[in-house]
Each structure stands twice: as structure tokens, then as C-alpha cells.
């Protein structure tokens, strides 16, 4: 399958035909609107991040800085993620796996830069690991949710054939035929837009640090999880689709820190209350018996 080929998108049940271009020139140079879209995302993102910072205990150079530091980091990573599993495409001539502005990135591989880049980070900046994942997390989502977009005009990370009511029409301009398939980069924005809205407002009520981040990575898990099997271009890992199977992992894992913690403090609540009402109630006693002893001096009297 040549996507080059592909030049009209449809969405029939919008009504919807058009032929985005993929990028313009300006001073002799290409430029992507993919690679303005993710920069778009990752704006917006920091935008929040410095909107809410106060409420994870960070400053304004916090941000700056983790931005500076780990955003080049967690591209490198992501472009590594994608070499890694698709090296039959660089195995002749290595020195391709530098050439970025061929495309070819993968957002699992960032999100895994992006981690080590934020532990080493707060071990420097010394500030809590915890906070600053929660906040990440929330960026991630809006960045992720925005950046799909990108997917829609380099006509990429689409799904199988399909008939369903959301289906996307692609034009092939040499076959000369549209053939429908699962828009995939439109379901993870969708699934990253409805995660994003709903860790939004739970953080304004976290419970510890860490816990938005566990939640991100059971939402966009499982998620991933099924949408990835749609995929026709997933990165593979012998037979296993590697971020499908990465996202189960994690997804799995969250969850079950997730409801662990949430026992423990459950169970911590409990016992708290259980030795405020022991004390309480050892309160009561003293003065019961104290009351007695005066009742019995006054009648003594």
C-alpha cells in the first residue's frame, strides 16, 4: 500500500470530502503539517502546565526548564522507539536513522523518554517525582489528543478496511478508487480528549502525588490497547504489536496500583477513625468516672 497515493479524505457520515495538502514550502524549505500540529500540542500543553503549576507545588522555571531539558530527550527517544522495531527500513544505510525529517517517530518511545528525562529532572531540580508526573500526564494527553491530527493530513496510522458508521474514505489517485477504513488517529484523539477532561478535574482532588499519572496510564492503555489491534502499520516485536502489548502491560499494572492505593488508604481512613473514636471514647470514660468521684464527694459532704 503506497499512502503517497492517497489524495481525497472522506467522511461520508459527516459528508465530509476534502484534499488536505501535507505541508507548504516557504524559503525552499518543506515544511510538515504534521511537524506544526505536534508543535501546536506540545504548546498548548505547556500552556496549561504553567496555568496550573502552583497546584502541584512547581514554579514557572520548573516548567521552563523540564521543557527544555526533556522535550529533546523524549524525541530521540521516540525516534529510537521507531528505528528499533522497524530496522529492516535502515539496515542498509544506518545513517537514515538520523534523517528525522523523513518521518518516522513513535509516541511510546516518547513517553518512555520523557520519564527517565522527568526522574533525572526532578533529582537535579529537587522536586517531587510524583507532582510532576501528574501534571506531565495531563500535557501528554493534550498533546496526544491534538497531535493525531497530524496522523489525518500525512493520511497515516489509519485502520484496517471497514463498513462502520465512522469510516474514512481514501482516495487512490493512481487505482483510482476509495476504499474505507477505521480512522484510528481520530478514535486515540477522541480517547485522549475524553481522559484529559476527566483527569482535569480529578486532579483538583488528588488524593497523593502519582495518582493522575496512574490514572493516564490505565486510560490511555487500554485504549491503545484496542485501538492499536486496528492498525495496519503497527511496529511489531516478532508477532506481538509492540505498543498494543506495551499498552496492555501498563494499563494492567496502573489499574492495579490504582486500586491498591486506594485500599490502603481506605484502610488507613478507617484506622484512623477507628483510634480517633478509641480516644474519644477513653475521653468519655475519664470524665464519666471523674464525674462519678465529685457526685460522690458532694453526697460525702
Given at each position: 500500500?503506497?499512502?503517497?497515493?492517497?489524495?481525497?479524505?472522506?467522511?461520508?457520515?459527516f459528508g465530509l470530502e476534502m484534499n488536505p495538502p501535507k505541508g507548504f514550502?516557504?524559503?525552499?524549505?518543506?515544511?510538515?503539517?504534521?511537524?506544526?500540529?505536534?508543535?501546536?500540542?506540545?504548546?498548548?500543553?505547556?500552556?496549561?502546565?504553567l496555568k496550573r503549576k502552583a497546584q502541584f507545588g512547581l514554579s514557572e522555571?520548573?516548567?521552563?526548564?523540564?521543557?527544555?531539558?526533556?522535550?529533546?530527550?523524549?524525541?530521540?527517544?521516540?525516534?529510537?522507539?521507531?528505528?528499533?522495531?522497524?530496522?529492516?527500513?535502515?539496515?542498509?544505510?544506518?545513517?537514515?536513522?538520523?534523517?528525522?525529517?523523513?518521518?518516522?517517530?513513535?509516541?511510546?518511545?516518547?513517553?518512555?523518554?520523557?520519564?527517565?528525562?522527568?526522574?533525572?529532572?526532578?533529582?537535579?531540580?529537587?522536586?517531587?517525582?510524583?507532582?510532576?508526573?501528574?501534571?506531565?500526564?495531563?500535557?501528554?494527553?493534550?498533546?496526544?489528543?491534538?497531535?493525531?491530527?497530524?496522523?489525518?493530513?500525512?493520511?497515516?496510522?489509519?485502520?484496517?478496511?471497514?463498513?462502520?458508521?465512522?469510516?474514512?474514505?481514501?482516495?487512490?489517485?493512481?487505482?483510482?478508487?476509495?476504499?474505507?477504513?477505521?480512522?484510528?488517529?481520530?478514535?486515540?484523539?477522541?480517547?485522549?480528549?475524553?481522559?484529559?477532561?476527566?483527569?482535569?478535574?480529578?486532579?483538583?482532588?488528588?488524593?497523593?502525588?502519582?495518582?493522575?499519572?496512574?490514572?493516564?496510564?490505565?486510560?490511555?492503555?487500554?485504549?491503545?490497547?484496542?485501538?492499536?489491534?486496528?492498525?495496519?502499520?503497527?511496529?511489531?516485536?516478532?508477532?506481538?504489536?509492540?505498543?498494543?502489548?506495551?499498552?496492555?502491560?501498563?494499563?494492567?499494572?496502573?489499574?492495579?496500583?490504582?486500586?491498591?492505593?486506594?485500599?490502603?488508604?481506605h484502610d488507613k481512613n478507617k484506622l484512623f477513625v477507628n483510634v480517633v473514636?478509641?480516644?474519644?471514647?477513653?475521653?468519655?470514660?475519664?470524665?464519666?468516672?471523674?464525674?462519678?468521684?465529685?457526685?460522690?464527694?458532694?453526697?460525702?459532704?
Amino acid at each position: 500500500m503506497n499512502v503517497e497515493n492517497f489524495t481525497k479524505i472522506s467522511f461520508p457520515i459527516f459528508g465530509l470530502e476534502m484534499n488536505p495538502p501535507k505541508g507548504f514550502s516557504l524559503f525552499g524549505l518543506d515544511i510538515r503539517f504534521y511537524g506544526i500540529i505536534i508543535a501546536l500540542g506540545l504548546i498548548l500543553a505547556v500552556v496549561y502546565g504553567l496555568k496550573r503549576k502552583a497546584q502541584f507545588g512547581l514554579s514557572e522555571d520548573d516548567i521552563l526548564d523540564g521543557v527544555l531539558g526533556v522535550v529533546p530527550f523524549a524525541i530521540i527517544c521516540a525516534r529510537a522507539y521507531y528505528c528499533a522495531f522497524s530496522w529492516e527500513q535502515f539496515a542498509d544505510n544506518p545513517i537514515r536513522v538520523l534523517y528525522i525529517w523523513e518521518g518516522g517517530i513513535a509516541i511510546y518511545g516518547g513517553v518512555i523518554g520523557a520519564f527517565i528525562g522527568i526522574v533525572v529532572f526532578c533529582l537535579i531540580k529537587k522536586v517531587k517525582l510524583g507532582a510532576v508526573l501528574d501534571l506531565v500526564a495531563l500535557g501528554f494527553l493534550i498533546g496526544q489528543c491534538i497531535g493525531r491530527w497530524g496522523n489525518f493530513f500525512n493520511r497515516e496510522a489509519f485502520g484496517a478496511e471497514t463498513d462502520t458508521f465512522l469510516k474514512m474514505g481514501l482516495y487512490d489517485s493512481v487505482k483510482e478508487v476509495t476504499t474505507y477504513y477505521h480512522p484510528t488517529f481520530l478514535y486515540e484523539s477522541l480517547w485522549n480528549a475524553v481522559g484529559f477532561l476527566a483527569l482535569h478535574f480529578l486532579s483538583k482532588k488528588r488524593q497523593y502525588d502519582g495518582q493522575i499519572a496512574l490514572g493516564y496510564a490505565a486510560w490511555y492503555g487500554l485504549g491503545r490497547t484496542f485501538i492499536e489491534g486496528l492498525r495496519m502499520d503497527s511496529l511489531y516485536w516478532g508477532q506481538f504489536r509492540v505498543s498494543q502489548l506495551l499498552a496492555a502491560i501498563t494499563c494492567f499494572a496502573a489499574a492495579t496500583a490504582l486500586v491498591v492505593l486506594a485500599f490502603r488508604k481506605h484502610d488507613k481512613n478507617k484506622l484512623f477513625v477507628n483510634v480517633v473514636a478509641a480516644k474519644q471514647a477513653a475521653i468519655a470514660e475519664q470524665n464519666e468516672e471523674q464525674n462519678n468521684e465529685d457526685s460522690n464527694e458532694e453526697a460525702a459532704d
